[in-house]
């Protein structure tokens, strides 16, 4: 253990998505490589930064909730992240904070870290562990390829805090993985605002890794990052004709046969209404096909009810379309305005209990697809990744379970594992999203 006695403190709270874990992982990485110490409470800390989020009304609440939390306790707060792209709103609520920047300003918040809380003179470089800070667990990590996103999704305020699309070069994003897996990250998630985009500002430039060059896209990361000792899951990927070329990929077992897909509606006027970019017809094609050359592939999806103009025949689209689809895992939210959106501007918004109602029946549909598809699971043999061991049972996850959002793989018993193991387990039930599992003895 490194010690940073004496060192200045600061205390960090991280809100939002996996996209805000991962900027707050980057400032954590630069605090350490500074010399500051990372206090676990707000007293120990001489100051508190909170990467907030400030995507819904909610995540708004949330953040300005724990920012004043941080000044009553500690009173001296930098405030960073989504909300701070809206400084105004964070000051008038809470005129007192040191300084607000905005997301992904690493060097903006360090520079108001270095004015309010001097850095120790001489800052050991060799305090930071070579993979950096994680706050995820030891054994997976998540790798953001990209910031903002060229889309302009009517509910969607992302691009108005976060900026068109920027690509990381392929080599340094394959050097932070290849860093990350040899401190024994067992799993790495790839996000971005818009996964299937990448390379798409840098016209595909290719860039150098371990000498060689390659083209920064979508199928020439993946293939490399599945030359990795490690599971290489997607998230954030929009069907595009490009991600076609993923497919074998994931048959060859290069990538785990995981797609986490938003596809938010599946009537095409809602979807138009929505500025989303993908038609339904051919989603469906493309499952079909994608299923026929990779069967074990599994498929997650978020989807938005009662968008303003949402009829009662679209809502009935939507749910053939569920139907059509038989996607494993699905997430769904009643639609509620964001600040800032275009969407607010739409008419015939849709009453609270008719949301409320669609959303009941949306799931009620779904459950019974994702329940008879576990179900199918039963009996199969799979590989899993250990997450939680417990006096009594273990908990892991197989290729179609993400961290945090799927569900996971029980396995009952005490048994000599650890977080990070991979081991095979013949499954013996399931539920409604987890399933039950025995260790193959072989
Ligand atoms: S694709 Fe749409 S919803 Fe996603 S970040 Fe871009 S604008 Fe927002």
Redesign the pocket.
């Known amino acids: 253990m490194i010690s940073t006695k004496g060192a200045p403190k600061v205390g960090f709270v991280s809100l939002g998505c996996p996209k805000a874990t991962v900027d707050s992982e980057r400032i954590l990485t630069q605090l350490r490589a500074e010399g500051y110490g990372l206090a676990p409470d707000y007293q120990g800390a001489d100051l508190v930064v909170i990467n907030t989020c400030g995507f819904i009304d909610a995540a708004v609440e949330e953040s300005l909730e724990a920012i004043g939390e941080a000044l009553a306790e500690n009173g001296r707060v930098i405030v960073t992240g989504c909300l701070g792209a809206r400084a105004e709103l964070v000051r008038e609520a809470h005129p007192e904070v040191l300084a607000v920047t905005g997301p992904h300003a690493y060097q903006a918040v360090m520079d108001a870290v270095h004015t309010h809380l001097p850095p120790r003179q001489d800052p050991f470089t060799s305090l930071l562990p070579p993979q950096g800070v994680k706050l995820t667990p030891h054994h997976y990590a998540y790798v953001k390829i990209s910031e903002?996103?060229?889309?302009?999704?009517s509910?969607?305020?992302?691009?108005s805090l976060?900026g068109d699309l920027v690509s990381r070069p392929i080599g340094q994003v394959l050097e932070e993985a290849g860093r990350l897996v040899e401190a024994g990250v067992r799993e790495l998630l790839i996000v971005s605002?818009?996964t299937s985009a990448y390379g798409l500002d840098l016209r595909y430039r290719p860039d150098f890794w371990q000498g060689r060059p390659l083209k920064t896209d979508l199928e020439h990361l993946a293939r490399a990052l599945g030359d990795l000792p490690a599971w290489v899951r997607l998230h954030?990927v929009?069907p595009y004709p490009s991600v076609d070329a993923l497919i074998p990929l994931m048959a060859e077992g290069l990538i785990l046969p995981y797609l986490d897909m938003?596809l938010?509606h599946g009537s095409p006027k809602v979807l138009a209404a929505?500025?989303?970019?993908a038609a339904t017809e051919r989603v469906l094609e493309r499952l079909t096909r994608w299923r026929e050359v990779c069967p074990e592939l599994t498929v997650r999806s978020t989807f938005i009810v009662g968008f303003p103009g949402e009829t009662a025949a679209d809502f009935e689209l939507l749910l053939d379309f569920l139907r059509a689809a038989r996607l494993d895992r699905v997430g769904c939210f009643a639609y509620s305005p964001v600040q800032g959106a275009a969407a607010n501007a739409l008419p015939d918004p849709v009453p609270e209990a008719v949301k409320e109602e669609r959303l009941a029946r949306f799931m009620e549909v779904q459950a019974h697809i994702s329940r008879a598809k576990l179900a199918q699971r039963v009996g199969q043999r799979l590989t899993v990744l250990v997450d939680e061991v417990e006096e009594d049972r273990v908990l892991a996850r197989s290729y179609a379970d993400a961290p945090d959002i799927d569900g996971s793989v029980i396995i009952a018993g005490a048994w000599d594992l650890d977080p990070g193991d991979f081991i095979e387990v013949t499954v013996t039930g399931a539920e409604d999203h987890d399933l039950w599992a025995e260790p193959v003895d072989d």
């Open positions: 903002g996103c060229n889309h302009r999704c509910f969607c305020i992302i691009p976060r605002q818009d954030y929009y938003p938010q929505m500025r989303r970019p």
